[in-house]
């Protein structure tokens, strides 16, 4: 029996379902001194598609969480900045058949916290408020950004399923936005840069190649606050090796995303996005989640 779980753990562990995000109105400027305090909700379930010499039918995930994020505004060299910070927690249940038999494990607790830092570079000057309201906006800013995850969320290396990754990931992005009277249109690239991590299950080594990502969004806005979006991503690469041992598992997601933005007051917001995400590839990730999202400006 102890066979067999650590057959199933494994096999799912090696499938990167934890890189990849779909985010629209990600370069969206704003004046100078705001900050945004945020409460998210989400639940995700999928299927697994694993090789089929693993014996591993029926296999599923079902993940509930949540997390809390503050956002920054200011002027950075003159032009318009941000920095996001996110520390997300999250309970998952992994299981599947492996020769007929149903093998489980469960995980709770905090997920790795994330930082960004972000600037418009070309169309994004830094204003204040009474200057942004005032002043003609671009219609097609360009902007740069780094993502970072830090390695400080649940992770014990005995465990094969983590919600922390034990290793840092830099994301370096690039945007452009092109506004045209209420509708927008984004496109952001990112590569997801991993660390290694020095105690991968009972001391190994997991080594992880860079993934690609690609996002592009349509973006329809009411009335301020008011909006709505039909978003695509994908992302391919990030093959892992573990002890130098190629695993012959790569990243081919492709997401996409509904998502609506309802203003509550005149400094509260939600946000309510459907994502669906299907593997490219013979083993990966079927997920379709549901994120719900609160914000309050001060």
């Known amino acids: 029996m102890v ?8 096999a799912m562990a090696c499938l990167r379902v934890d890189a990849q995000d779909i985010e629209p109105r990600r370069w969206a400027q704003m ?21 089929p010499v693993l014996n591993i039918e029926n296999a599923e995930v079902q993940l509930a969480g949540g997390g809390v994020s503050y956002i920054r505004s200011f002027g950075l060299t003159g032009r318009s900045a941000r920095v996001d910070f996110l520390l997300p927690y999250a309970s998952g249940r992994w299981e599947g058949l492996l020769n007929g038999e149903l093998t489980s494990v469960r995980r709770r607790g905090l997920g790795d916290p994330h930082i960004r830092l972000s600037m418009l570079l070309y169309g994004g000057p ?7 309201a005032s002043a003609p906006q671009s219609n097609t800013p360009v902007g740069v950004a780094l993502s970072v995850a830090l390695p400080y969320g649940d992770y014990i290396n005995d465990r094969l399923i983590n919600l922390g990754n034990n290793r ?42 860079p993934l690609w990502a690609l996002q592009a969004h349509m973006i329809y806005t009411f009335r301020p606050g008011l ?12 093959e892992s090796q573990v002890n130098g041992v190629d695993k012959n598992v790569k990243v081919g997601n492709w997401l996409t995303s509904l998502s609506l ?6 400094t509260q917001g939600l946000k309510v996005s459907l994502l669906h995400g299907v593997t ?7 997920v379709d989640s549901l994120i719900v999202g609160w914000s309050m400006m001060f």
Do not use: C, K
């Open 261 to 266: 933005g309802l203003p509550l007051s005149r």
């Open 280 to 286: 490219q590839r013979p083993t990966g990730l079927d």
């Open 168 to 209: 840092w990931v830099a994301r370096p992005q690039l945007g452009v936005t092109h506004n045209r009277g209420p509708w927008s249109w984004e496109l952001t690239a990112s590569a997801y840069v991993y660390g290694d991590n020095d105690r991968f299950y009972l001391g190994s080594r997991l080594e992880t190649d």
């Open 31 to 51: 004046p100078s001194g705001l900050n945004f305090i945020g409460i998210g909700l989400n639940y995700s379930e999928g299927d697994i598609a694993l090789d």
């Open 3 to 10: 066979r067999l779980m650590l057959a199933l753990i494994l």
């Open 227 to 238: 909006w709505t979006s039909l978003s695509t991503a994908y992302g391919w690469g990030g």
């Open 126 to 132: 830094a204003q204040s408020p009474a200057e942004f």
